[in-house]
């Protein structure tokens, strides 16, 4: 296990070198004009030439390869040419609205693609299985940022139940920033009456992640649970005379969980993509707003820093499924 | 004469009979998909899609592109479908007209990121060693991105367009189909048949590309047609964040983005093209979830 491990990290870090080379080529390769697009186009050539030597971009391509990778590993990823404060920085404020989002909608896929996929199987071909298969692939299948405007359109501005976009209503005072994730920080804080707005904000963009995500769960627990279904200690159990509820959900559902639980792992990484566009829509102050807002205005630190710092939530959320598994099941430490 | 026509026909009995056991799986696939009422639902809509991009300009009632000031931000009624936007453009004519970009975006980045990624797996596949360790690393490390995070990096660094969209998304499409020809190469070139071929005297690029690529097809056919539905979203996820296709080109995702800021008094303009969008890839969904049952042994039970 351990030399596993061991592989699985360093394997790990030659892919994080990679990802940084094809951040880096993106960025300084492919003819975009970050300076053109700081200063506007009609710019005069010497003001463009002194930011050039300033950003350090009138250099060799691999005397900027080089300054970038030195960067990355003393943790700098540059200044950001619109906030003007280190992109590192920038993250940390971001990144934990991200998290806070990710955490909630994947208890809400869980949540919704289990009890879809126990449904589905428990009554097999029947129309609770239709229906809950079809509710749960519509799910995946329509667009999040389109999702959200409707619900957005019908809950707040139609209804008025929920509040719009944004982590908190105008007039609510935030909490002091501990962890920097609203709600537990609200918590921590006992400043209940920001805890109850943001859990009221939360909930719509936390909704339409999660429900994109919440047909591959739905699907997995469906044919895992078949399969359990199907095998010999569950026809004792039943033989036993224990009642249908009992033999699903205390000899079945343990174990057709298991794959689920390794599911959740490569969630994590559908949702990270989901909320590049969910933060769009709702205004949400996250990574993805952040990098999306960079990309716009081709804030070239910015973009390198944030899509080098979600590969690497990625990369570790990957990491943890494959360490997972292979606890799971010995079969897979090659 | 009349010997040739039988000899003929003898060799077409002979050519069904050796076939029979492939003919009979094609029946037992087609029985497994009229059984699988899901995969039906989803080639029904597919097709559909399909038709209305082929006969869009018979269908469409008014230009999807220049604009009429007199009449915008109409709401749907018989004469305008789905309502008009602040264009005064013809929202039904747009979606329908938006149906040919779409299918394009998906037929052209099917066919760059398949091709490249069965290229380059079938390579890594039968050379093996460091030729295949290289690829796979190269794999590891764009599968290392989530990757419309990727796509749009992609796609803002070429600039907005239909093309780049298209580049984007191939770029960052293709390792999926590597890994898949890859595996399916590693099991081919191990057949008794490439060894015979070898012996014969054919050169590695015969085999490869002869002989081992078109085994791999199949699975990555399969493949190709569940990631279609992804496709889409992708694509018009770059449009609607002003990453990919263009005003005033009708991409629905961009469409979506037009409507935003008239989402509360004119729902129209952002609602129709967002259920287009929902409509196509929910008929590619309900299709690969078909797909996955037929091929899922223990559901074939």
């Keep these: 296990m351990g030399r596993y491990v061991l592989r699985r990290l360093l394997l790990m870090v030659l892919v994080l070198f990679g990802v940084s080379v094809i951040v880096f080529f993106i960025v300084h390769v492919i003819p975009a004009d970050p300076v053109g697009a700081l200063l506007g186009g009609n710019a005069p050539p010497q003001l463009v030439d002194q930011m050039k030597h300033q950003l350090g971009l009138d250099k060799p391509i691999w005397a900027q390869f080089g300054d970038y990778m030195l960067g990355i590993l003393h943790g700098n990823l540059g200044i950001s040419l619109k906030s003007n404060r280190p992109v590192t920085q920038d993250i940390a404020e971001y990144f934990p609205a991200t998290l806070e989002l990710a955490i909630f909608s994947i208890i809400i896929s869980v949540a919704l693609g289990v009890v879809l996929g126990i449904l589905s199987a428990v009554y097999r071909n029947s129309w609770v299985d239709h229906f809950s298969r079809i509710f749960s692939i519509l799910g995946v299948s329509m667009p999040v940022f389109w999702t959200g405007l409707i619900l957005l359109l019908i809950f707040y501005y139609i209804l008025g139940w929920l509040p719009g976009t944004g982590q908190l209503s105008l007039f609510t005072i935030p909490p002091h920033r501990i962890t920097g994730m609203l709600l537990l920080d609200s918590i921590l804080t006992g400043n209940w009456e920001a805890f109850r707005d943001g859990l009221a904000h939360i909930i719509l963009p936390a909704a339409v992640l999660g429900y994109s995500a919440t047909a591959s769960i739905a699907r997995i627990t469906r044919a895992s649970m078949l399969d359990v279904l199907r095998q010999d200690f569950i026809r004792t159990a039943k033989a036993k005379g224990l009642s249908g509820r009992v033999v699903i959900y205390r000899h079945a559902l343990k174990n057709a969980l298991i794959p689920v639980v390794t599911l959740i792992g490569l969630t994590f990484g559908s949702l990270l993509e989901g909320a590049v566009l969910t933060e769009t829509i709702f205004g949400w102050p996250g990574l993805g707003r952040y990098i999306v807002n960079a990309l716009l205005v081709l804030d070239y630190p910015a973009i390198m820093g944030g899509t080098l710092f979600i590969a690497l939530m990625y990369s570790l959320a990957n990491l943890i499924v494959d360490l997972t598994y292979a606890v799971l099941d010995p079969r897979m430490r090659i | ?301």
């Design chain 2, 1 to 301: 004469m009349k010997s040739i026509t039988i000899e003929k026909r003898g060799k077409l009995r002979d050519f069904i009979a050796r076939r029979k056991p492939i003919i009979e799986d094609w029946k037992h696939t087609l029985y497994l998909w009229k059984s699988t009422k899901l995969a039906m639902i989803g080639t029904v809509i597919i097709v559909i899609f399909i038709l209305i991009a082929i006969f869009a300009p018979i269908i469409v009632p008014y230009d999807p592109i220049s604009s009429n000031m007199s009449a915008r931000l109409q709401p749907p009624s018989w004469d305008h479908l789905f309502g008009t936007d602040q264009f005064g453009r013809d929202i039904f004519s747009r979606v329908i007209v938006g149906s040919r970009i779409e299918l394009w975006i998906i037929f052209l980045v099917s066919l760059i990121s398949g091709g490249l990624g069965t290229f380059l797996g079938v390579v890594a596949g039968y050379f093996g060693k460091f030729v295949d360790e290289i690829i796979m690393r190269i794999t590891d490390m764009f599968l290392a991105f989530p990757s419309l995070v990727l796509a749009m990096a992609f796609a803002a660094a070429l600039g907005p367009s239909l093309t780049n969209t298209i580049i984007a998304i191939s770029v960052v499409g293709w390792t999926v189909f590597a890994r898949l020809a890859r595996a399916e190469a590693m099991k081919i070139k191990k057949q008794p048949y490439i060894e015979a071929i070898r012996a014969v005297g054919a050169g590695n690029s015969r085999i490869m590309f002869l002989h081992v690529l078109p085994m791999c097809l199949s699975p990555v056919l399969v493949q190709l047609t569940l990631r279609m539905g992804t496709i889409i979203l992708t694509a018009a996820g770059l449009g609607f964040l002003g990453l990919g296709v263009r005003p005033p080109l009708p991409e629905w995702g961009s469409m979506v983005s037009d409507g935003r800021s008239y989402l509360v008094a004119q729902w129209w303009i952002s609602t129709f093209p967002g259920i287009a969008i929902a409509f196509v890839v929910l008929g590619f969904n309900f299709l690969g979830d078909g797909i996955r049952d037929i091929m899922d042994p223990r559901l074939r039970r």
